[in-house]
């Protein structure tokens, strides 16, 4: 077994957000990928949301068509109810053994209706809702769970348990209840592993004094965020669960579990608590009917992601009261609510009521993942996070093996996403010869040409077990189908989507010549796809389908008036029909595309892509508009975990220039932008043409020039950047110097740039902490608003202090004033712990100045990408694809996303040469289907279509008329509703399909 | 007025309400049987004039539901969307349609209690504003019947 | 204030200016017309052809309503406000090229409402005469002048583009706007029972002969195909039933929602008297209060139906 291969398939450990990420990269890009889930379904942490920040999108909403997705994917293998056992082998071939549990439902057989749950008598504790309510110990984890398929619970199963009951094999009508089934080993050969194991929150039973343990009106977050959700225990309705009555005042809790090394071991901060806690307390408000009061205990707000400050702020005007304190205790009070009692930041003692309380938890490796790492022989640090460099973000200690999301360090959404992205690139590098030998392709015939033949329509009508049939007249509905104009077979079936019935149908399409299908049956959101692929199958094309959903739209919410239930599975069916007989086949075009990436800006971000491409043999050109690569890498010192940059840098220039797949043209920019994903050719400004297959945009930012506090006045007011030259140099000024003052948020956190800058917190801290290991005697003062070294750089925080530098906080209305007299620098600042006035004589004063964007307008109208108002170039999906653009064929990394921290930009330059890949790896990709086209005989030239489509996919043409770019367009339909004369006809929702749908209607 | 039973055709967008409609199924929610969906890849979808076919057809009742805003699963679709129902809701009700007759929502694939409240109060509106003889074609032309 | 002498040599100069300069290869303006109380179009494309340019308090007709067919040459417009707003409507849709079309403003105190000229001298009109502010009309053995103030066309007593500031250039003094249209008779039927409002708007339209005179005068209406031209499929019947034509009217009002400047010209164009403006109407005063817009006064303006903003209110959708 055990050969030296590499093996062109990667196993995937973890079902949440991260690993569905990685998952998708790798097999779009020719791996194939063994998805490895412990529970019954993937979806993770996430799918437990209701809403995410900083942009209030359904979490479910949002991260649904990614399950789909990796649920149905040909080269994902989903293994659910799944252990890893070992991993043996070395990178490039690892054997690692799987246990799979039984699940005791044979999944080729569940058809999720749910009858099952109905009859179970067994309740229990619903994990899924936090244990705020029941399940069965028959269940799917959540309505929209991937794969929708029943489990038993086997530790509550009283069939598995005692041997009584059997109630749901005997109500299952699909006869999918198997309580035989045993747990299998396997060996899995794969290239690489990637660990996204995701985190649990803090549980904070044991802080005895928040009494979580005993006082029902104390929640966790994450249960108060089930309360929030639709599909939560209370349907969304805020209410306290011990008397179910809506509050009117509710305190949150911040850092419980996170920046604590006295109860809990947590010496990081969660870095996602503060803008969690925040977005609970806006939706909080927003559910209540009465108004409601939320107080939010903090110590530092760590509001330091994209849009997050701002978010910060909207709270703010919301009502939501913001109080800097530390609470000691929580005391139950006789009303059900809660007395909390707290010392300010002045350290006062206060105490204030309220109907409930909140604990923001922190995230916390399980005990199982590090019984994994060790097991499996990687390094960790204290907290149980893997162990990586700031300049391979991802890679664990031992080669082949790669981490993402929180498990390198507590993280949001976006971020992890970017890592797992980066995970995909890291783990692939090695396996790039083994590329597509792993994968597999569906071979269809070649469809049959229907074009100008009659309709001739089969229908399909499912029983669906009972779920149907129990409810609608079957028969009935499949007599009145064949009285439908152009009906030429109906049918019932017991169901539709069972094996032989897919068989039936592609024969009855032979038999009769059938050239569009209706099924009748479930939900086309489920189930089209797999319908589909028997066309498909059949030899006809998979656009001819329409489905009728007369089960979750019909039967299961008209159970109680089966006559209107069938009348309207008639009316569903004759709708269907109508549309169906106007479909046309739709054809899908292939495109070529050119292998060769674009990276604009020779910095750290678009080196790095650079870099990862190649390891795929991909081509890059790197356009710098400087004499140099490197960015601003160029004039800083050391990462916060100590790492040196220069000789850093220095290795990755080197690389560059060493590697036969990159060219790097310096003193350029571009000029000209013609053509689209796989095809595009820039103009530079140096004249050469480049034909590339996609773009990336790493055109980094700057450091603010301040115009406050004396900079360019007085030479001992230097910037952050400035100090790292200096001590670069060996600065014998610096060296020398007693007292250091630096004040954070110059430039940033104010009305004119309303955001946190993000490595200025940490970039302070680890300059204190180099200066005082320098010179213990150095006195240093940090002047802040909110100290923000988030996740594991909290240390470093700590550290800071235990070496002695004082950190003083100032209000943005009471900065500190900085003034000369003669060659002293009098800096002076307001107390508010002492409640007096400060005076520092600094022999430097570093400015933390902000990270301020590039302003590339210029460049995002040549490539038809969006800025945001600051100037950060604006991404598809501010949580889901936080490295694409919506255009096609275009990506981002680095600062021209956002300020972020070295071992960040190399995750997302390595996430954008990850995506990248997914395109460039197809010699040829697939477009069309279901996309618009312009009759250009009405168009008119009017540009709405081309300003309301959100992928840029539409441009006039020489005649300046419309025209669409099917590798560009997703189908939305918005132009086609937009134009005044119709010229976009939307393939698959036609006007004359729509006209037909609703005339049957009625 | 009792035993008019309201017919009312909806249009939902696939990625939000259509699966709201779904999952309202898999809860067993239960609602009044007198809407027949139509669905769309998206609101941006939408164009008026097939709100004004379904009237002019004789639908007593038209429902338009999609994603919140923020929420579209092709970025801006419904946002482009919110414009049209704005104009075209303005219009109709000052050309004088009741206002019970035509319905907007925004509800997410999660939010399947709301699809159940919205749907129950859709049909009662509707129901309330009795058949639909103002904006009705009294005869279809033949080129019309399909 | 410049008399119409005065003005029309201001005009005959711009023109020859425009022609000579190389800012227009054709002039489009008014010239006398054959019969009397009415002007007609004119292109002049030689300084001879300039000196037959005139102004008059009947050039209702909306001039820009030209410009599509000829955007592949570079046009002058004598334009009044209307006039050049529909320029701007154009070119922000594309429809002609900003570099073709030069604007001459002139500055407007309204035009002559026929309908409400005849209510007030009824008996057959032989010649007339005119200037600034008054109409003087000559019939078999009688004379009467009219101040033009009591008979203004209905959109122009709330122009508020009297004086067209975004032109290229603006010949004669500016005169002040007027205050804008209330719309206080659509707040008035706002107030009514859906019965009488729909009873109001179809009597409105009853009359409609579906001749589409209103589409075919309107500056922005130049799709190739029309909406109620459409066959595959044919939504709108295309007979005088009564809903096709209540719809009908109800779907061009919509289409000009965010576009239509008011100019009136369907209103004028319209053989039975239909208000069909009142249906622009109902939109215009929409995109004002929702999104405060005002189109064809800016060439860089985006229509409203082409963008969006995040926070737009809709406080009906739930």
Redesign the interface.
Known sequence: MATNKVVGAVLVAGGGVAGMQAALDLANAGYYVYMVEKSLAIGGRMSQL?KTFP????????I??KLVEVGRHINVELLTLTDILSIDGTEGNFQVKVRKNPRFIDMSKCIAC?ECTKKCPVKVDNDYNENLDKRKAIYVQY??AVPLKYGIDAEKCMFLTKGKCGSCKKVCPADAVDYDQKAEEAVLNVGAVILAPGFTPYNPREMETYRYADDPSVMTALEFERLL???GPT??HVARMSDHKEPKSIAFLQCVGSRDINRSDNGYCSSVCCMYAIKEAIIAKEHSKEPLDVTIFYMDIRSFGKDFEKYYEKAKKAGIRFVRSRIHTVEPLKDGGVRMHYVTDHGQSQSEEFDMAVLSHGLVITGETKDMSHKFGLKTDKYNFAQTSSFAPVAMSRPGIYACGVFTGPKDIPSSVMEASAAAAAASSKLAPARGTLTKTVEVPAPMDVNGEPPRIGVFICHCGINIAGTIDVPKVVEFAKSLPFVEYATNTIFACSQDSQEKIVSLIKEYRLNRIVVSAC????HEPLFQETLAAAGLNKYLFEMA?I????S??????PA??T??AM??TE?AV?KAALLNPLTENVIDVDPTALVIGGGVAGLNTALTLSTQGFKSVVVEKSDKTGGLANRLLSTAKDESIPEYLAALQKKVAEDPNITVVLNSQVDKVDGYVGNFETTLTTGESVKHGVTIIATGAQEYKPTEYLYGQNPKVVTHLELDEKMKAKDEAVDEAGTFVFVQCVGSREPERMYCSKVCCTHTVHSAVTLKKKNPNAKIFVLYRDMRTYAQKEDIYKEARDLGVIFIRYELDSKPKVTESGDVLNVEVHDPVSGRNLLINPDFLVLAAAIVSGRENELGMKYKVPLDDDGWFFE??QKLRPVDF?TDGMFMAGLAHYPKPMDEVVAQAQAAAARAVTILTQPRMTVGG?VAEINQAKCSGCGVCVA?C??SAIEFDEKGKAKVNEAMC?????C???CRS?API?RG?T?AG??????A?? | MSDFEP?I?AFFC???T??A???????????P?NF???????T???????I???F????DGVWVSG???????????N??????????????E??????GRL????I???????FQE?ARDVVEKVRACGPNE??????L?L???? | MMSLEDLIKKIQEAAKRALKEGKAEVVLGYQAGTTPMAVAPLFARTEGDCDKLVWSNFAKTNLSTYLPELKDKKVAIIAKGCDARSAVGQVVEHQIPRENVYVIGVPCTGMVDLEALKSKEARPVAASDEDMATIKLRGDGWETNIAKEEILRRNCKTCICRTPKMADEVIGDEVPSMTPDDYAD?KE??AKS????????KGMVKDCLRCYACRNACPLCYCPVC?VDETR???L?K?Q????T??FH??R??HC?GRCTGCGACEAACPVGIKVRE?NR??EE??QK??NYIPGLDWEQKP??TT???D?E?D???
């Open positions: 209701d942009t209030n999108d359904c979490s479910m909403c949002i649904s068509p749910g309505a929209q959700g639709a599909t349907m969304g939900s086309p959101r489920t959903n089960r979750n739209h019909d299961w919410v008209h159970s109680n008036n209107e239930a009348r309207k009316d569903m709708m109508a598809a999906h919506a279901i309301v959100p992928y997703k189908g939305c339909g918005t086609a509703a937009s119709d939307l929702f006007n729509l006209f037909a749908q609703i005339a209607a009625l | 017919k055709v696939n990625w939000c259509y699966g409609a779904d999952l309202a199924g898999v809860s067993r929610l239960d609602y049987p027949r969906v139509v669905r769309l890849p998206c941006g979808r939408l164009n008026p004039k097939y004004l076919e379904a002019k057809r004789g639908a994603c919140h805003p923020g929420d579209c699963h092709y970025i801006a679709g946002y482009h969307a919110r414009r049209k129902f704005v104009l075209l809701h303005h219009m109709l000052t050309l004088g349609v009741e206002p319905h907007f929502s925004w997410s694939s999660a939010e399947a209690i709301k919205v103002s904006f009705r074609k009294a005869e032309g080129a019309e019947v399909a | 659509l039927l706002a859906p019965e009488e409002k729909m009873a109001y708007f909406f499929p044919q939504w019947g007979s039933d009564e809903m096709d209540f719809v109800l779907l009002g919509f929602a249906f109902i939109m929409e995109v929702d999104w409203p139906l969006y903003r995040p737009d809709a009906f959708i739930r």
